[in-house]
């Protein structure tokens, strides 16, 4: 027996398996269909083209098939798929896939997606994969079968985890693993300059050039650092963006600069 609470609401054009319960607050789109025996425990919302695989559980204020967080999106019909008898907990967000990927974000059979999970467009999760809370992934990631991601850990987008892997908590994955391995640690360390950034933001090739250069003395010259910024301050002081970086190297910081890598990245850039 299918039980939709008074104050949920379903578009026209939603379909409700059998033996499904909709709880209070829930919101339900047009294109949605909700297998037999899901259950939407209250305040849902599950919107675009999106399939809830049978026997599903979602949990209060989690979101699934909203619009990505990208700004090439312009609306296109993508979708996203939960398969079945999967968890999916408090405050998670399973975005839709786009048109310019693979225009479906998937989640797998038998997962149990922990709160305040963050799925990005184009994800493929697998089956029987366990993502603890707090995981934050970019979009197009591909974690496979039977995969177990540790609370707090963050994946770079197209990364690639292979099957049955883990991942240790807080830990930062910048690459694929492969199936079977363990993977920890979150050891940031500034390895070049931002360039691209510096080019969608219209800062001009000699400014990059000179940015660059100033980048490379300060983390990377010889001796110590502090005669290196005394160095840039007199060879590139007048540039307005390498005073902002001493400005700031300049501030207290109860942290601390992150450290640079050994060797800056081939082309100084990030």
Known sequence: MTRIHPTAVIAPGAVIGAGAEIGPFCTIGPDVRIGEGVRLVSHVVVDGHTEIGEGAQLFPFCTVGLAPQDLKYKGEPTRTQVGARTLIREHVTI??????????????????????????????????????????MGGHVTIDDNAVIGGSAAIHQFVHIGRAAMIGGVSGVGGDVVPFGFVIGNHGRLSGLNVIGLRRRGYSHSQIHVIRAAFKELFWGDGVQANRVVEVKARFGDEPLVAEILTFMATPSRRGMIRASRTASEDGEA
């Open 95 to 136: 975005h839709r896939g786009t048109a310019t990927g693979v225009g479906v974000t998937t989640v797998g059979n038998d997962c149990m997606v922990m709160a305040v999970v963050h799925v990005a467009h184009d994800c493929q999760i697998g089956n029987g994969v366990i993502i603890a809370n707090n995981v934050v």
